[in-house]
Nanobody
Framework: QVQLVESGGGLVQPGGSLRLSCTAS????????MDWYRQAPGKERELVAT???????NYAEPVKGRFTISRDNAKKTVYLQMDNLKAEDTANYYC????????WGQGTQVTVSS
């Protein structure tokens, strides 16, 4: 049974930082490309960042230079370090991988507000 469990969301002021974590089970984590997506109210889900099994990284244009994706294969965990957060980063953030089917976590809410 595949599970992706996110944590680390919360309320933060503009300019602040958060680190999201996603711990996986039921997959061969080390060979999986892992992604973070986000979905704001009334908007479509969008890809935020990707890290391959070889730790190649890609970022959506709005988060480049502010967000960093990383992974710890021993812990089967992928992270999203979010710095200089803006109000427009407010969304539910989801961990995703494709290990045969697509798998999604339950999401963790990030709210950026003063």
């Amino acid at each position: 049974q595949v599970q992706l469990v996110e944590s680390g969301g919360g309320l933060v002021q503009p300019g602040g930082s958060l680190r999201l974590s996603c711990t996986a089970s039921g997959i061969i984590f080390s060979i999986c490309t892992m992604d973070w997506y986000r979905q704001a109210p009334g908007k479509e889900r969008e890809l935020v960042a990707t890290i391959t099994s070889g730790s190649n990284r890609n970022y959506a244009e709005p988060v480049k230079g502010r967000f960093t994706i990383s992974r710890d294969n021993a812990k089967k965990t992928v992270y999203l370090q979010m710095d200089n957060l803006k109000a427009e980063d407010t969304a539910n953030y989801y961990c995703h991988t494709q290990f045969g089917p697509n798998y999604w976590g339950q999401g963790t809410q990030v709210t950026v507000s003063s």
